[in-house]
């Protein structure tokens, strides 16, 4: 069974290639037209691959999305690909941090993050394709191009995929040492708003309500929601306030972000942040949510499964979670048995010094379509 393992080593060399076409196409989320163009050439990649259906869904901020189907017509539920074609290297990183390959890693822009996990997903479903073995079942691809900046505009359509899919692979990377996701913390991005009243701070301090005292002690309450043992954090991470050096604050206003495991602790902390109540008397204080993405939790038969599945290749793989979120989050909180971090191997994403490490390319494939085989 180790042949499969084989088959992906010989395909190395043109994953390579791919991979370096896709970093050529920088692909910074924000810049919808370099992102098309990195679209574009995908959506020929995916005709190439024998998808029995490909659509293109228009996009007016973020780059394009492409929807590619097999089997599409077959029985059962999908298996559901989650791809992200974004980065958050902005277009010009190349020239810092130019395409190059150093004892077994494979540098450059995005590579991690996660144009080689669409490489992988494309090579394992192509070779299956090319000898017949798909899965008879509909297999969905959905590359994605707004990510890196929490999914706004792609969150329905992933819940919507996700909501009658067998299992979603998701193609983010792996930990630094290799291991697949099982869990991811929810997060929550808050908005804490506190209104006093502005006086003059020398003629008469008496007269106002000064903002920035009352959200000293929302903060210091704020802070006391931290768990850090049991996952649970709620860290104050902006604050602006104030309008004069010599006026008594009218407003403060605080960003926090708050994480949690599961989703009775999430929901816990959204009910503690959201209630939070003045301290002084005639301030006003207001807290609310913004983006946010429900927690993975961690359902250990997932895992066990796909590692009881990958030991029949002559794959071994290890399991890890993250404080950060994915699309993932997403579809696991709908009930959806989700694998994530089925990406490459390697180290740096969203820094200078992102790379992959090259062998991970024909190893994650050859699980990817174990997966797809016997799943
Ligand atoms: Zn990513």
């Not at 492409?66 to 077959?74: P, R, T, V």
Request: proline share 5%; aromatic share 6%; charged share 20%.
């Amino acid at each position: 069974m180790t042949k499969l393992l084989d088959y992906f080593k010989n395909r190395q060399a043109a994953m390579l290639e791919l991979l370096a076409e896709m970093v050529q196409r920088e692909s910074f989320t924000s810049e919808k037209a370099s992102v098309d163009h990195l679209v574009d050439y995908m959506g020929a990649q995916l005709q190439s691959l024998g998808a029995s259906y490909l659509q293109r869904l228009p996009q007016l901020e973020a780059g394009d999305f492409l929807l590619a189907k097999w089997n599409e017509d077959a029985a059962g539920r999908p298996y559901l690909f989650l791809a992200h074609l974004d980065t958050v290297h902005p277009a010009g990183s190349l020239k810092a941090m130019p395409i190059r390959i150093e004892d077994g890693r494979f540098y450059g822009p995005g590579a991690l993050d996660m144009k080689a996990g669409a490489v992988i997903a494309l090579e394992a479903i192509r070779a299956l394709h090319e000898r017949d073995q798909l899965p008879r079942r509909p297999i969905h691809f959905l590359l994605t191009t707004d990510e890196e900046i929490g999914s706004p505009y792609s969150e329905t359509l992933i819940k919507e995929l996700a909501g009658h899919s067998e299992l979603a692979l998701v193609m983010e990377p792996a930990t630094k040492e290799g291991a697949i996701k099982t869990w991811r913390k929810g997060g929550g991005k808050y908005t804490l708003t506190i209104d006093g009243r502005a006086a003059h701070a020398g003629i008469a301090p008496q007269e106002g309500i000064n903002a920035i005292i009352e959200f000293a002690q929302q903060a210091l309450e704020i802070n006391r929601l931290n768990d850090l043992k049991y996952g649970t954090s709620a860290s104050i991470t902006l604050v602006e306030g104030g309008s004069a050096g010599n006026v008594i604050p009218a407003q403060a206003r605080a960003h926090i972000d708050a994480r949690a495991l599961t989703a009775d602790a999430m929901d816990d902390l959204h009910e503690a942040l959201t209630n939070l109540y003045p301290k002084m008397p005639g301030a006003r204080v207001s807290c609310v949510r913004g983006q946010h993405r429900p927690p993975m939790e961690r359902r250990p038969h997932l895992f066990e499964k796909a590692a009881s599945i990958g030991e029949r290749y002559g794959i071994t793989i290890y399991e890890a979670g993250s404080g950060g979120g994915s699309d993932g989050n997403f579809t696991a909180a709908l009930g959806i048995p989700t694998l994530d971090g089925l990406g490459a191997h390697g180290d740096g994403a969203h820094a200078p010094n992102e790379h992959i490490i090259i062998d991970s390319l024909p190893r994650q494939a050859a699980l990817i379509a174990a997966l797809l085989l016997e799943w």
